[in-house]
């Protein structure tokens, strides 16, 4: 845990062309998830991380990846469903709406309700949720994420640091971490190195 935090070379460097992102224009600390639809840990991780960037407007970036689990039936109709709702500027929108109707299931039919009530063009949507594009961005977010080393849902990196959820919790850890990331970094942006911020695109 303590190497993960602290040690220099425990920061690994996080392509994040093509994710959707959303807070900080200029970030001194960027959040990077993987995360399931369908897991039930991120959805709880969802409204924690949607409260940082909240609470530190301008400090903390969230970064977005896909990574659907092969024990969860939906989760891969789920995280195409993100994508195209991306390519129409509404990720985020429909990104909440995923995770709030985890529990009603997120089969085809509840999948394409929400994308309707999220005000999505439903001919462009219904092309993008099985167009190759749309599986093959899926597809690199879990090899990056395998490459990494990924041990499960939601894993989140913190300025190229592991957040370790075997070490560390959610809810009392994740906002003392990034309020010494801002600290450390001062006025500057330093921490941010790790990640594309050129390559990122809002939604």
Known sequence: AYRNRFSPDAVKSIDITGSPVKGAEKPVVTLVEWADFECPFCGVAAPVLKGIVEKYPDQVRLVFKHYPLSAHQHSETAARAAVAAQKQGKFWPVQQALFENQKAGLDETKVTELARKAGLDMKAFESDIASEATADSVARDR?????????????????????????????????????????LAGSSASGASAVAPAAAKKN
């Open 143 to 183: 090899k990056q994420a395998d490459e990494l080393g990924l041990e499960g849902t939601p894993t989140i990196y913190i300025n190229g640091r592991y957040f370790s959820l075997q070490h560390f919790d959610l809810r009392q850890d994740l906002e003392p971490w990034i309020a010494l990331e801002i600290e």
